[in-house]
Nanobody, 115 residues
Framework: QVQLVESGGGLAQAGGSLRLSCTAS????????IGWHRRTPGKQRELVAV???????NYADSVKGRFTISRDNAGKTVSLQMNSLKPEDTAVYYC?????????WGQGTQVTVSS
């Protein structure tokens, strides 16, 4: 089982930046993919960014060029640097880890972007 603890988030103005971090209970190098999803009221949860154990990255079209996902050298923490934030980025952001055994979720962290 993988436990995920998220930090970061909060309130930012449009055009500003925030950084989210997700610390896993196991090395992220042992996780197939780890990344961030978000959910806004009335909408389905959507993938924001994901990084594989091999280091490949994928981003939602809506965040390409603005968000960057990275992993620390120790392999326990994955971060999402969010720049040029827009009001439509407002959502609850969830860290997700997928292993051979299953899919695991963090508790979620609120990101609010004011115009």
């Amino acid at each position: 089982q993988v436990q995920l603890v998220e930090s970061g988030g909060g309130l930012a103005q449009a055009g500003g930046s925030l950084r989210l971090s997700c610390t896993a209970s196991v090395s992220t190098f042992s996780i197939n993919t780890i990344g961030w999803h978000r959910r806004t009221p009335g909408k389905q949860r959507e993938l924001v960014a994901v990084i594989s154990s091999g280091g490949s990255r994928n981003y939602a079209d809506s965040v390409k060029g603005r968000f960057t996902i990275s992993r620390d050298n120790a392999g326990k923490t994955v971060s999402l640097q969010m720049n040029s934030l827009k009001p439509e980025d407002t959502a609850v952001y969830y860290c997700n880890a997928v292993t051979r055994i299953g899919s695991y979720w963090g508790q979620g962290t609120q990101v609010t972007v004011s115009s």
